[in-house]
Every structure is written in C-alpha cells, then in structure tokens.
Nanobody, 120 residues
Framework: QVRLVESGGGLVQPGGSLKLSCVVS????????MGWYRQAPGKQRELVAT???????NYADSVKGRFTISRDNAKSTVYLQMDSLKPEDTAVYYC??????????????WGQGTQVTVSS
C-alpha cells in the first residue's frame, strides 16, 4: 500500500524558515508529479507548489520567491523549503503524489498533513 508521510511542521516566527519533507513508501511502479497543498481554517485547500518527475516546478503567486519545492527521487522524497514566512502561511500542509501502481494505473495519494503556524 502506498503511503505519504509529511514531517517538518511547527511553530515559527514571522520571517523565519521551515523545511517540510514528504516520504513516499510502498510498492509502486513510479512516482510522477508531486505537490504541496495547504488548508487554513475556514478556507478551501489550495495549491502551494508542484514538481514533475523531471524537476519542472510551479508555484502559487502567494509563495513565489519565498518557497522552493524539490525532490530526491532516490529517496522517494519531496521537500518544501519555506522562507520569509508570514502569518498568512499558517495552515495544514499536505503532500500529494500522482503514483502509478504496478497495474499501470495512476492515482492521487495524500499525506495526513503537517501543521505550520507562523506567529510571534
């Protein structure tokens, strides 16, 4: 069974940094596009950043220039480096992966989420 597990969230002051990690485990054919999403209280889940298997990236306008998504395919891990954090970045951050199973079917898998709180 495929699992995505996030880590690295926590409490940080405005202007600070955090690095989130998401490890993909299980038996699968391939890990394709990966992404980070976030959901603040009372708001819909929104895209933060995505990265293709080849390393092409895409960012929400609200995080461009502050966040960096990367991946280590050998470790089946995707990262989100978050710098210059603002209170409005406070949310639960979720990792999503497009995974091709051994039956060559592609599904979206989600992690359980990790809380990021930006506050003084």
């Amino acid at each position: 069974q495929v699992r995505l597990v996030e880590s690295g969230g926590g409490l940080v002051q405005p202007g600070g940094s955090l690095k989130l990690s998401c490890v993909v485990s299980g038996i699968m054919f391939s890990i394709n596009d990966m992404g980070w999403y976030r959901q603040a209280p009372g708001k819909q889940r929104e895209l933060v950043a995505t990265i293709t298997s080849g390393g092409s990236t895409n960012y929400a306008d609200s995080v461009k220039g502050r966040f960096t998504i990367s991946r280590d395919n050998a470790k089946s891990t995707v990262y989100l480096q978050m710098d210059s954090l603002k209170p409005e970045d406070t949310a639960v951050y979720y990792c999503k992966g497009k995974i091709t199973t051994l039956r060559r079917l592609e599904y979206d898998y989600w992690g359980q989420g990790t809380q990021v709180t930006v506050s003084s």
